[in-house]
């Protein structure tokens, strides 16, 4: 059981490391970062797009602030309670994991938090 869970929450994990290398690089001002989003599956690549153009316009300090959030899911890997949601408790939706990798909240919840 276990390990099923391991191997289906593992793309994810992936995609966070890719995406905290990613941002490391671009903290630096590296733009190889760039390219080499462009080499991931095209799942992947579509949520990295996109937060690669919601990154063009951020500042440093929401770069890094992102970055917390997405070593924070690293950790909730690490613990086992990645993709459950921090409001309800309930499994955020895959669709939402890979739009949204580094996500607390399930789209309910988050919801419910932008409006307060
Ligand atoms: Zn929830």
Redesign the pocket.
């Known amino acids: 059981m276990a390990v099923l869970v391991k191997a289906r929450k593992s793309p994810y994990r992936n995609l966070l490391l890719k995406k905290r290398q990613e941002l490391l690089a671009m903290a630096k001002g590296e733009p190889e970062a760039l390219a080499f989003s462009l080499k991931t599956p095209d799942e992947v690549e579509f949520a990295i797009k996109t937060v690669v153009q919601h990154l063009t316009a951020a500042t440093a300090e929401l770069r890094s602030q992102l970055l917390k959030e997405v070593e924070s899911a690293l950790k909730r890997v690490a613990s086992g309670t990645y993709g459950l949601?921090e409001?309800?408790g309930?499994d955020i939706t895959p669709n939402r994991l890979k739009a949204v990798p580094w996500a607390r909240?399930?789209l309910?919840?988050e919801e419910l938090r932008s409006k307060n």
Request: glycine share 12%; net charge negative.
């Open positions: 949601c409001g309800c309930e909240y399930c309910t919840c």
